[in-house]
C-alpha cells in the first residue's frame, strides 16, 4: 500500500497525540504502534478517521491495543 503524504502526517499527528496523552516518547509510541499492529490499522483506515480529533481517535486506538493484547493471550 502505497502511503501519501496525508495518511503519514496523520498516523504522525496520532503518534504525538498518544504520547503527548501517556508522557512517553514518540519512538516509543511508534515502536508500540507497530508491535501491536496501531499503525496498519490507522493507515487502512484513514478515511474514517482523519476527519475525527484527538479525543474520539485516542480511546479507538486504546481500544484496538487492549483488543490486541486480549486476542493474542
Known amino acids: 500500500m502505497r502511503k501519501s503524504i496525508k495518511t ?11 504520547a503527548d496523552k501517556y508522557s512517553i516518547s514518540g519512538a516509543d509510541v511508534a515502536m508500540k504502534f507497530d508491535k501491536t499492529g496501531v499503525l496498519d490499522y490507522l493507515f487502512a ?3 474514517a478517521l482523519h476527519t475525527q ?11 484496538y491495543i487492549i483488543n490486541q493484547k486480549q486476542e493474542h493471550q
Open 53 to 63: 480529533g484527538w479525543n474520539y481517535i485516542l480511546p479507538i486506538i486504546d481500544d
Open 8 to 18: 503519514i502526517e496523520f498516523v504522525s499527528f496520532c503518534i504525538e497525540m498518544y
Open 45 to 47: 483506515n484513514y478515511d
